[in-house]
């Protein structure tokens, strides 16, 4: 059911997801369930008329989505800005956790399609001892002559120490899904088993 909504009056897109549709509340939340201030980046949950009431005859799996007041847990990070506009950056199965810092996969993932050698680009989490996880990247490049420090220097200008890729697997494609969506779940099973 719809929870945004952009206003008509719009004069461009402005890469937000919208004010909040009548008689529905938005809160950002942090993984301890706080609410956090307008700009600061956590998990969306929403509550009104169209919010379901769980899911049918199954109560556990309501509990995980559902909280006692109602709230429902989107699984979107997202936050508010100073108008009130609502903004999706990442899906919370996504998110990468690095020595216990949350690194968003689009942030990365939009760094490195700004290198000039680039065709397309997916991140994804794979495990590691020392810091829980690492940031691997899975890119298809537009000139072959594209190297892996090539990459990692372009990535350390842009993105601080901890959010920087540490392992580049270089591909002819990405698997996708029929509408285009490269498919991180696939690529991040296929680095945990490798």
């Given at each position: 059911p719809l929870v945004t909504c952009c206003p008509y009056n719009l004069s461009?897109?402005?890469?937000?997801?919208?004010?909040?549709?009548?008689?529905?509340?938005?809160?950002?939340?942090?993984?301890?369930?706080?609410?956090?201030?307008?700009?600061?980046?956590?998990?969306?949950f929403v509550k009104g008329p169209q919010v379901m009431d769980g899911y049918w005859q199954?109560?556990?799996?309501?509990?995980?989505?559902?909280?006692?007041?109602g709230w429902l847990s989107t699984g979107d990070i997202g936050y508010m800005d100073e108008k009130g506009f609502f903004f999706i950056v990442d899906r919370k199965k996504d998110m990468i956790l690095v020595s216990g810092f949350?690194?968003?996969?689009?942030?990365?993932?939009?760094?490195?399609?700004l290198h000039p050698k680039v065709v397309e680009v997916a991140a994804v989490g794979v495990p590691n001892d020392a810091s829980g996880e690492l940031v691997k990247i899975f890119v298809v490049a537009k000139d072959k002559s594209l190297t892996e420090d090539e990459l990692i220097k372009h990535c350390r200008h842009h993105l601080t120490g901890y959010k920087v890729p540490k392992l580049v697997e270089?591909?002819?494609?990405?698997?996708?899904t029929n509408v285009g969506k490269i498919l991180r779940r696939q690529l991040r099973d296929e680095a945990n088993t490798a």
């Open positions: 461009g897109y402005n890469g937000s997801i919208g004010f909040p549709a009548p008689s529905t509340l938005i809160q950002v939340r942090d993984d301890a369930g706080n609410e956090l201030a307008q700009g600061e980046r956590g998990e969306l199954r109560p556990e799996e309501t509990a995980k989505v559902i909280d006692n007041n949350n690194v968003f996969p689009n942030e990365v993932e939009d760094v490195v399609a270089f591909r002819d494609e990405l698997p996708k």
